[in-house]
């Protein structure tokens, strides 16, 4: 006869298979976290190998002479500053006669190398008359060249840069004439045609100011409608609807908010199109709800012993939550603003519908002003043609990923410093 098994056999086999199934179970989650985790280096990665080259800038060092017969007698900005810098090179390559040539020689160096020449005429007006060694921008091509993005080894029709300009920046570089230096100008301007005079400094700024508007509404909008329905509203279906729709709104697309602010503020309220104006209202409408339901996950969270223990001595409602229900909920409240401004920063779709796609060369000097924004900054030149947009386009995604990084890791701070454990 077979011998029935017994108990604690039957409770021990029970016990091997889900201990087996159970560490199958960890297994599988360790590795979609390393699997998370490899992806997203690879993506950082990624990111910073092709954003890095925009950090530095190619530029050509010239002996440029201020000839007094290109400068006008009261008005500087009048002068022919891209003469100069045609000068200078044809004093390099004498042996460069053709019309064709020359315009090829005259590449070398970017456009915006005129504009550097004002500034440096306004600052100092005892240039003119005198010659000095100046380094100017590289063309967007010729930087593209000197960082190895474009081989010698292709056949001259397959590369912008022809047979000859290689031979000229070959020259150059064996004279010291050529150096590679950190990119300032990716920093200080703003948006441009070139590459190679292309800057985020216009996206940050409209960025700021947008974020402050955004700040300004949605942080006492937010926490008061909170405080309301937390501690003030009934609970009837009107309350119960009103918070129903406020969890739904968490959860729609951001572009619906676009379509909202265009349809209210640009059509009716006819505010100016692309400003930070308009796109600080479209992200209060879209941040409103998660701030709403962080600061009322942050006031149950206080014991309602603390609030019994104010009523207990005399307190009136109000003094209860502002002086001690309010204090105490605070570091939660600006926990969860935080991460809805992190996310505002890091819209877009809702600022295209409002016009913030436009081209916006100059730095916005005011709420009301056009202004681009980071994000919008980055679709801009990511749809951009020219090869040299790409490294830019990684690097104001990395400057982008730093903003966030830093607006995160302030929530995790102050979610640490004053959380309280009751």
């Not at 050509?60 to 891209?82: M, P, Q, T």
């Not at 503020?265 to 308009?278: D, I």
């Not at 409408?285 to 012993?305: E, N, Q």
């Amino acid at each position: 006869m077979n011998k029935q098994p017994s108990t604690m056999e039957l409770v021990n086999r029970g016990l091997a298979k889900r201990y087996r199934r159970e560490r199958n179970f960890r297994r599988l989650g360790l590795s979609a976290i390393v699997t998370s985790i490899c992806f997203l280096g690879l993506l950082f990665i990624s990111i910073a190998a092709n954003g890095w080259p925009a950090f530095f800038r190619t530029e050509i060092l010239l002996n440029i002479h201020f000839d007094k017969s290109e400068f006008g007698v009261d008005n500087l900005a009048a002068a022919n500053y891209g003469a100069l810098v045609k000068n200078s090179l044809r004093v390099l390559f004498p042996g460069v006669k053709g019309r064709r040539d020359k315009r090829k020689l005259y590449k070398l160096v970017s456009s915006g190398a005129s504009f550097t020449l004002q500034d440096m005429v306004r600052h100092d007006p005892s240039l003119i008359g005198t010659t000095r060694k100046i380094w100017l921008p590289a063309d967007d091509e010729v930087d593209l060249f000197n960082k190895g993005y474009i081989a010698r080894d292709l056949p001259e029709s397959d590369r912008r840069l022809k047979d000859n300009q290689i031979h000229w920046i070959d020259t150059l570089s064996a004279e010291g004439r050529i150096k590679k230096s950190f990119n300032t100008i990716f920093f200080t301007a703003g948006d441009s045609r070139e590459p190679e005079l292309a800057g985020i400094r216009g996206a940050v700024v409209g960025s700021l100011y947008t974020l402050i508007v955004t700040l300004a509404l949605s942080f006492p909008i937010g926490v008061a409608a909170a405080i309301y329905l937390e501690e003030f509203a009934p609970c009837n279906r009107w309350t119960d609807l009103i918070e129903v729709n406020i969890n739904n709104l968490a959860a729609v697309p951001s572009i619906v908010f676009g379509l909202l602010g265009l349809a209210v503020f640009l059509n009716f309220f006819h505010m100016p199109r692309s400003s930070p104006l308009v796109g600080g209202l479209v992200l209060t409408l879209m941040t409103l709800p998660t701030i709403i339901i962080a600061s009322r996950a942050s006031l149950k969270s206080v014991p309602p012993s603390i609030r019994e223990a104010a009523l207990g001595v005399g307190a009136s409602r109000m003094q209860t939550i502002t002086h001690h229900i309010l204090p105490l909920a605070l570091p939660g409240m600006l926990t969860g603003t935080i991460i809805g401004m992190a996310q505002a920063l890091g819209e877009t779709a809702p600022l295209l519908m409002i016009g913030m796609v436009a081209f916006i060369v100059d730095v916005p000097g005011g709420f009301t002003d056009p202004a681009a924004v980071l994000p919008v900054q980055i679709y801009l030149w990511a749809d951009s043609p020219e090869r040299a947009f790409v490294a830019l386009t990684s690097a104001a995604i990395m400057v982008l990923l730093f903003f966030l990084i830093c607006m995160n890791g302030i929530a995790v701070f102050f979610r640490r410093k004053f959380e309280r454990r009751w």
